[in-house]
């Protein structure tokens, strides 16, 4: 009797657990629960679908589409900025953050202009021309696009940039409040498709404020926002698209968005101006922490995914599908307009010194720094400016001349630092780690960069002890005499590339003798701004436009006038150095256009100051890691063919889906 | 009357105490973090590229302050914090400004409780059963197994163990979802359909949770139970000549449940922290990646109101379970 109680309830309990993963039991190769697709067949050219090859694998257990949504006419695209924490709400002219990149900022909405920091244009979007200043740069004109509309059919005219402006001037909820109150005295259209802007003061980079990269103030649809009470409470939802694709649905937790192409996608700039886009469907999803990236590329469940060096390289290993930007090593992104590497709080000693700060940089080799940070997967960077194509056909090259007759004074003696041999050593590394290589020094230069600062420690020392810096047992002491421990403030995301930075960093900095805390902080942000940080991996210079040459974005802020104490809001750079020199070339761009031939000039005196000082260690160029699962969709626009930027979550990623190409699968 | 007065009466008092008490140290608490919510928004924007000039971003910060309602004493925003909260109103979210914070909670909070309910409850039961039952019968070759194999599980970190489930049930033998809360595409309507959706799609994290959990409460409840035998009301009952599944269920395993049930009030209140890891490795929606977004980005408002909300449920649980108590305890009812 007793084992027979306790028998059946083993079983009870058994039978409770199996109910909880009872779910074994349900129904799973079902139709997917699925709304019929809006909207009749596209106008327009049909993507070329070939007939399958093989039997595609049913998705089991896996999210399929949508009923009426093939998989082959659907690009699937991770979301970089994690789940979705507004998911109904499509309205991102608040002033705070709303997920542009579900796809709203690439699909969804156009901008006046955009720049292609891969082809190094400003490309005219819903402006028909570059903008119109007067003499004095107090007026501002915008001609805009015609035969454009919004995807409910209302043409988008100048009334709905002047409805923006005015809308966002009269609400401080919105984004843009700031600067257009301080700046726009009048805005009004002079016919249905030109703005005129009326500016309280001269300003030689007004539009500025509406050129797309990765953010910008776009028009919005003023049919629809002047009939809501709050234009700062209204969620825009359904939204209505000035781009080439509208909303099919959306998840409510947050996870996805799943984008149409609209029946008149001719009627927007990306098809105007490129063509219909290649698929049908864009769903954007975010698929958890890389491992899932690489899970659900291996089921062919995400085309365009951004992913960890580790995760890139299973990726590539896993799935023969996949490609990377560049199709073999060193595999990352070369034309992030991003220079990542280590910032100083040049307001605190010792690195309010510059001999101090060069001392740090000397101390460092790139090629090991490289290696251990990036595995040997990253373009070096020896300038505040990233080294893409463009930059250093700008300035990277026609300053190589000045960098290798440059010197710093050391021991009472004059010291090359530049290294043009750099790259050369890191080809030597990474052959030796059985990557093949090219021999020509031309082709080396563009895998690893055109040079970086040599690696020298006794010259580091000698700067160091001129500053009454002391060596004992190996360690270094401040001139106090008090061990030197140096804290370098850093983020919790072991596979960001700015941790990456520290930690090699830090590797490089212990070797040389200085006592390195890494200090990892989700507060990094506020430590930062505020000046709470002796040493810290964010940028060691502000991004540049990427797509034009003017250095304007970078050097403003370093201009003295944004520098404050430690313990105040910097609304400068964040390392808060400035230097004269520098404020002279800021002043002197802000009275010139972006486009005059002596922003060149202007851009090469600021780098040079910027080296000088060396305010902040520019390192690599960001190593986007993006891996490409080519089963369904191809002709991305890999290293070998870079017609645009190769990302997913830029706004211009509207701009490839019509060179893309069905595999037929 | 004499109930209420001595053994109620006080647990209410305790229960507003512990509520207000709670409430405030959360406000002072959050503010002392090194993070201001206005810096996390422009260091959000500028993270990624977006152009954000710096005589712009000084109008940006002022401007933000004052919606934000930052200005003030940090004695006039607890006052204000505490008029909105008698209102039913938690303000606007910080980070996400202006959405309110309630309908972030409202989007976030049914797919945390509807996971973290039912896998509590289910693992509660399974693993207080069974461990009951192996402590009791602790030298029975089936009981021995069991223990063995949740020494085994106990230990795994709960990342790995959903991550090991995940490749294996969704990837290699695919039967369940890579992840997500609903299929692509789905429409929210009260069907069948969507229902069997949501329970494929919570199936997997359901199932990782519940096996972990499982072997928790079974370690706990073996121990409780082992330790009970071993009183002297027990050996008493044994000398008796009691029925074994009399002494078992009527003296140990009842005795022994009570701090379980205690346990199980708890953890239904960890509801509102959300099941982080789990929302990571499923790509779950949920409100543990809010909350976590509110801490790294300094959103007091979100903050405040998912800890009101636990601080509250937390003790209005412990306050039901101790009027219970006397249900399953007589020397309680006694006393």
């Known amino acids: 009797m007793q084992k027979r109680m306790v028998g059946v309830l083993v079983v009870v309990a058994l039978l409770i657990g199996i109910a909880a993963g009872g779910l074994f039991f349900l129904p799973r190769d079902q139709e997917p629960i699925v709304e019929e697709p809006v909207g009749e067949e596209p106008v327009g050219e049909e993507p070329v679908v070939q007939e399958p090859e093989e039997e595609e694998p049913v998705a089991v257990g896996e999210d399929a589409l949508p009923g009426g949504v093939p998989r082959n006419e659907t690009l699937i695209a991770g979301i970089l900025s994690g789940k979705i924490m507004t998911p109904d709400d499509f309205n991102v002219w608040t002033v705070t953050w709303k997920h542009v990149d579900r796809g709203i900022q690439q699909l969804m909405l156009e901008p006046l202009w955009i720049v292609d920091y891969v082809t190094g244009e400003v490309i005219n979007a819903l402006a028909s021309e570059p903008p119109i200043y007067n003499e004095d740069f107090t007026q501002m004109t915008v001609k805009m696009r015609d035969e454009m509309f919004w995807s409910d059919g209302v043409q988008i005219t100048a009334d709905d940039l002047v409805f923006t402006i005015e809308t966002i001037m009269q609400n401080p909820a919105l984004g843009g409040h700031g600067w257009s109150n301080a700046f726009v005295?009048?805005?009004?259209?002079?016919?249905?498709?030109t703005v005129v802007f009326e500016l309280k003061e001269p300003n030689?980079?007004?539009?500025?404020?509406?050129?797309?990269?990765?953010?910008?103030?776009?028009?919005?649809?003023?049919?629809?926002?002047?009939?809501?009470?709050?234009p700062a409470l209204f969620p825009f939802n359904p939204p209505v698209s000035s781009g080439p694709f509208t909303l099919h649905s959306h998840d409510p937790g947050g996870y996805w968005v799943l984008w149409e192409r609209r029946e008149d996608w001719e009627r927007t700039p990306t098809g105007e101006l490129f063509g219909m886009p290649a698929p049908r469907y864009v769903l954007f999803r975010h698929h958890g922490p890389p491992e899932m990236r690489v899970l659900s590329q291996g089921r062919h469940m995400l085309d365009m995914a951004d992913m960890s060096m580790e995760a890139l390289r299973a990726s590539l290993m896993g799935n023969p599908y996949t490609r990377t930007f560049r199709d073999e090593f060193p595999w990352t992104v070369n034309v992030d307009p991003a220079i990542t590497g280590i910032m100083f709080n040049t307001a605190r000693p010792p690195f309010d010194q510059k001999e101090v700060r060069w001392a740090l940089t000397l101390a460092i080799d790139i090629v090991d720094f490289i290696a251990i940070g990036f595995d040997g997967a990253a373009v070096m960077?020896?300038?505040?400016?990233?080294?893409?194509?463009?930059?250093?056909?700008?300035?990277?090259?026609?300053?190589?001349?000045?960098?290798?007759?440059?010197?710093?004074?050391?021991?009472?003696?004059?010291?090359?630092?530049?290294?043009?041999?750099?790259?050369?050593?890191?080809?030597?590394?990474?052959?030796?780690?059985?990557?093949?290589?090219?021999?020509d020094p031309q082709e080396i230069r563009d895998m690893f960069g055109i040079g970086w600062w040599k690696h020298a420690p006794d010259v580091a020392t000698t700067l160091l002890e001129e500053q009454g810096f002391e060596k004992?047992?190996?360690?270094?002491?401040?001139?106090?005499?008090?061990?030197?421990?140096?804290?370098?403030?850093?983020?919790?995301?072991?596979?960001?590339?700015?941790?990456?930075?520290?930690?090699?960093?830090?590797?490089?900095?212990?070797?040389f003798g200085i006592d390195v805390n890494i200090m990892a902080s989700p507060m990094e942000g506020t430590m930062v701004d505020m000046g709470e940080f002796e040493v810290n991996e964010g940028w060691p210079a502000i991004e540049p436009w990427g797509g034009h040459h003017d250095l304007y974005r970078t050097f403003n802020?370093?201009?003295?006038?944004?520098?404050?104490?430690?313990?105040?809001?910097?609304?400068?750079?964040?390392?808060?150095?400035?230097?004269?020199?520098?404020?002279?070339?800021?002043?002197?761009?802000?009275?010139?256009?972006?486009?005059?031939?002596?922003?060149?000039?202007?851009?090469?005196?600021?780098?040079?100051?910027?080296?000088?000082?060396?305010?902040?260690?520019?390192?690599?160029?960001?190593?986007?890691?993006?891996?490409?699962?080519?089963?369904?969709?191809?002709?991305?626009?890999?290293?070998?063919?870079?017609?645009?930027?190769p990302y997913h979550h830029w706004p211009n990623f509207k701009y490839m889906l019509p060179f893309l190409e069905p595999t037929g699968r | 009357m004499l109930f209420l007065k001595k053994y109620m009466l006080p647990r209410v008092l305790q229960f507003l105490t512990v509520v207000f008490v709670g409430i405030t140290l959360v406000f002072i608490v959050i503010r002392m973090l090194p993070v201001d919510p206005v810096k996390?928004?422009?260091?959000?924007?500028?993270?990624?590229?977006?152009?954000?000039?710096?005589?712009?971003?000084?109008?940006?910060?002022?401007?933000?302050?004052?919606?934000?309602?930052?200005?003030?004493?940090?004695?006039?925003?607890y006052f204000a914090f505490w008029g909105r909260l008698f209102r039913g109103d938690f303000g606007p979210s910080l980070f996400l400004f202006p959405v309110p914070v309630i309908d972030l909670i409202v989007t976030a909070l049914p797919w945390t409780a509807g996971l973290l309910l039912l896998t509590t409850f289910i693992s509660w039961l399974f693993g207080t059963i069974m461990g009951g039952?192996?402590?009791?019968?602790?030298?029975?070759?089936?009981?021995?197994?069991?223990?063995?194999?949740?020494?085994?599980?106990?230990?795994?970190?709960?990342?790995?163990?959903?991550?090991?489930?995940?490749?294996?049930?969704?990837?290699?033998?695919?039967?369940?979802?890579?992840?997500?809360?609903?299929?692509?595409?789905?429409?929210?309507?009260?069907?069948?359909?969507?229902?069997?959706?949501?329970?494929?799609?919570?199936?997997?994290?359901?199932?990782?949770?519940?096996?972990?959990?499982?072997?928790?409460?079974?370690?706990?409840?073996?121990?409780?139970?082992?330790?009970?035998?071993?009183?002297?009301?027990?050996?008493?009952?044994?000398?008796?000549?009691?029925?074994?599944?009399?002494?078992?269920?009527?003296?140990?395993?009842?005795?022994?449940?009570?701090?379980?049930?205690?346990?199980?009030?708890?953890?239904?209140?960890?509801?509102f922290s959300g099941a982080l890891i789990t929302e990571i490795v499923f790509a779950y929606p949920g409100i543990g990646s809010l909350l976590n977004a509110a801490i790294i980005n300094g959103d007091y408002n979100v903050i405040m109101a998912i800890t009101t909300l636990s601080i509250v449920t937390i003790s209005t649980l412990i306050l039901i379970v101790d009027l219970i108590y006397p249900l399953f305890d007589p020397q309680v009812r006694f006393k």
């Open chain 1, 185 to 193: 005295e009048r805005v009004y259209a002079q016919d249905p498709l």
């Open chain 1, 204 to 230: 030689t980079r007004f539009h500025s404020h509406f050129v797309d990269r990765w953010g910008a103030t776009r028009p919005m649809p003023k049919h629809i926002f002047e009939q809501a009470e709050d």
């Open chain 1, 381 to 439: 960077g020896a300038m505040h400016l990233p080294p893409t194509p463009v930059y250093q056909e700008w300035y990277y090259e026609p300053m190589e001349d000045w960098k290798k007759e440059f010197t710093i004074q050391v021991g009472g003696e004059q010291f090359h630092p530049y290294d043009p041999e750099a790259p050369m050593r890191m080809a030597e590394h990474s052959r030796l780690r059985g990557f093949a290589v090219p021999e």
């Open chain 1, 472 to 511: 004992i047992r190996g360690r270094w002491h401040l001139p106090d005499g008090t061990p030197w421990v140096l804290t370098l403030l850093t983020g919790v995301n072991p596979i960001g590339i700015g941790e990456r930075n520290a930690f090699a960093a830090a590797q490089q900095w212990e070797r």
């Open chain 1, 557 to 645: 802020t370093w201009h003295s006038q944004f520098m404050r104490p430690i313990g105040e809001t910097n609304p400068g750079h964040d390392g808060r150095w400035s230097d004269p020199r520098m404020d002279a070339i800021v002043e002197r761009l802000e009275v010139i256009g972006w486009d005059d031939p002596e922003t060149f000039e202007l851009g090469m005196e600021g780098l040079k100051v910027a080296i000088e000082e060396m305010p902040s260690i520019p390192t690599v160029a960001f190593p986007g890691m993006i891996v490409w699962d080519e089963h369904y969709w191809t002709n991305f626009p890999g290293a070998e063919n870079p017609y645009t930027q």
């Open chain 2, 40 to 77: 996390q928004i422009i260091n959000t924007f500028a993270m990624f590229g977006a152009t954000i000039d710096p005589a712009s971003t000084e109008l940006l910060i002022q401007t933000l302050r004052e919606m934000f309602g930052l200005e003030g004493t940090i004695f006039e925003q």
């Open chain 2, 133 to 271: 039952l192996a402590g009791y019968f602790h030298k029975s070759l089936w009981a021995k197994f069991l223990d063995r194999v949740v020494m085994v599980l106990r230990p795994i970190p709960f990342y790995v163990f959903a991550l090991v489930m995940l490749i294996i049930f969704a990837y290699l033998i695919p039967l369940f979802p890579l992840g997500g809360g609903i299929a692509v595409g789905t429409p929210i309507t009260f069907s069948w359909r969507f229902i069997v959706d949501v329970i494929r799609h919570a199936a997997l994290p359901a199932l990782s949770m519940g096996i972990l959990g499982s072997a928790v409460w079974f370690q706990t409840m073996r121990l409780i139970v082992q330790s009970v035998t071993s009183e002297d009301f027990v050996v008493y009952a044994k000398a008796g000549g009691l029925k074994k599944n009399t002494i078992a269920f009527k003296y140990v395993i009842r005795n022994a449940i009570l701090p379980q049930i205690t346990a199980l009030g708890l953890s239904l209140g960890q509801i």
